[in-house]
């Protein structure tokens, strides 16, 4: 394909890195995050963050160490990734990190 108008070539560029942008989701301003449908019962903490990878088709990272022992609450509803992580791991002392719209770390609490 051959673009022959002046300024065609920025315009598809732009085109281009909009896309993308939108498909990495850099593009976000304006756009209302992905709320999951979710049903977890309390239970351990650990069989509430399995759960939520399979109902939300999130990827959940951890050590199981971390998690043993702890409780989490259920959760029913509709809920943002941060809402929902924040949610299981409220009262346990540890904290998340979200690394892309489809992976979460889960990870104690730094002191410093």
């Known amino acids: 394909m051959r673009i022959r108008t002046r300024g065609g070539r920025r315009r598809l560029l732009v085109f281009v890195g909009l896309g993308w942008a939108f498909v990495t989701g850099r593009a ?3 756009v ?5 449908h979710l049903q977890i019962a309390p239970q351990p903490l650990d ?3 399995q759960e939520f990878a399979r109902q939300s088709g999130v990827q959940v ?15 029913d509803g509709y809920y943002t990734l941060e809402v929902a992580i924040r949610a299981l791991l409220a009262q346990s002392g540890l904290n998340f990190r979200v690394i892309n719209a ?9 002191h410093q």
Do not use: C, N, W
């Open 102 to 110: 489809k992976t979460v770390e889960i990870k104690q609490e730094t």
């Open 32 to 36: 209302a995050p992905v709320k999951y």
């Open 61 to 75: 990272v951890y050590f199981s160490r971390i998690t043993h022992g702890l409780r989490a609450p259920a959760l």
């Open 47 to 49: 069989s509430a963050l």
């Open 28 to 30: 976000s301003k304006g």
